[in-house]
C-alpha cells in the first residue's frame, strides 16, 4: 500500500521566505510527527497530532514555526521568515495509534536549504 | 528524561565483516526499543524492535537483545553487505504513556566491496 509521502522533496528558499512542507500519512493512522534532521544530527522532535486532540508543539524551535492536520490526514509544516539554521531534512512520520511503541513509519523527507 | 547514547560514526568494514553497533540507554520505565535504519536518500524504517527484557528483535540478519542489567540494545549482524551501507538509529519509547520516541544520533555504517 501507499506510504507516507512529503512534498516538495527539495525545497531551496531564500532567507525571510514562507515555506510550506506537505505530509501525506498512511491512511487510517492517527498519530502523525514532524522531525528535523540537521547533518550530523539525530531527530529533532518539533509537533506531534493524535487525531481530533490538540497537537503537541513542545519541539517547535521558535514562533517562526507552526503546523497543521486538516481532517486528521494532511499535515503542512510552515517556517515563516526562513534562517540559514532552518537548513535541514525535515522528516515527516505516521503511526496507526499514539502510543510510542507503535512503529513509525516515515516519508522520505524535504531537504530545505536558506540562501 | 529519558534518552539514547550510539556509538560515532562512521563505522567502515570490508563486506562479509562482523558488525556490532553500540546502544545504551536511559529510561525510567520500562521502555520499548527498536532500530530503524535510513538508507542514502530515504525515510527511516524500522530494522527491528524488542518490548521487554531479554527479548531478541531480528530482521534481515541482524539482531539486537533488550538487555536491562546492562541498559543495552547493541546491533549485531554476522556478516555485511554492501547493500547493509546506511544510517542506524537506535531508539526508545516509553510503553507507559510517551507518544514520543527518543532517538540516538544515529551510527553511519560503510561496508566496502
Known amino acids: 500500500g501507499a506510504g507516507v509521502s512529503q512534498s516538495p522533496s527539495n525545497k531551496v528558499t531564500e532567507k525571510g521566505k514562507d515555506v510550506e512542507l506537505r505530509c501525506d500519512p498512511i491512511s487510517g493512522h492517527t498519530a502523525l510527527y514532524w522531525y528535523r534532521q540537521s547533518l550530523g544530527q539525530g531527530l529533532e522532535f518539533l509537533i506531534y497530532f493524535q487525531g481530533n486532540s490538540a497537537p503537541d508543539k513542545s519541539g517547535l524551535p521558535s514562533d517562526r514555526f507552526s503546523a497543521e492536520r486538516t481532517g486528521g490526514s494532511v499535515s503542512t509544516l510552515t517556517i515563516q521568515r526562513t534562517q540559514q539554521e532552518d537548513s535541514a531534512v525535515y522528516l515527516c512520520?505516521?503511526?496507526?495509534?499514539?502510543?510510542?511503541?507503535?512503529?513509525?513509519?516515515f516519508g522520505p523527507g524535504t531537504r530545505l536549504t536558506v540562501t | 528524561g529519558d534518552s539514547v547514547t550510539q556509538m560515532e560514526g562512521p563505522v567502515t568494514l570490508s563486506e562479509e565483516a562482523c558488525l556490532t553497533i553500540n546502544c545504551t540507554y536511559t529510561a525510567t520505565g520500562y521502555p520499548s526499543l527498536f532500530w530503524y535504519v535510513q538508507y542514502p536518500g530515504e525515510g527511516l524504517q524500522l530494522l527491528l524492535k524488542a518490548t521487554k527484557a531479554d527479548d531478541k528483535g531480528s530482521n534481515k540478519g541482524f539482531e539486537a537483545t533488550y538487555r536491562k542489567e546492562t541498559t543495552s540494545f547493541h546491533l549485531e549482524k554476522g556478516s555485511v553487505q554492501v547493500s547493509d551501507s546506511a544510517v542506524y538509529f537506535c531508539a526508545l519509547s516509553d510503553a507507559g504513556g510517551s507518544y514520543i520516541p527518543t532517538f540516538g544520533r544515529g551510527t553511519s555504517l560503510i561496508v566496502h566491496p
Open positions: 512520520a505516521s503511526s496507526l495509534v499514539g502510543r510510542g511503541d507503535y512503529e513509525q513509519y
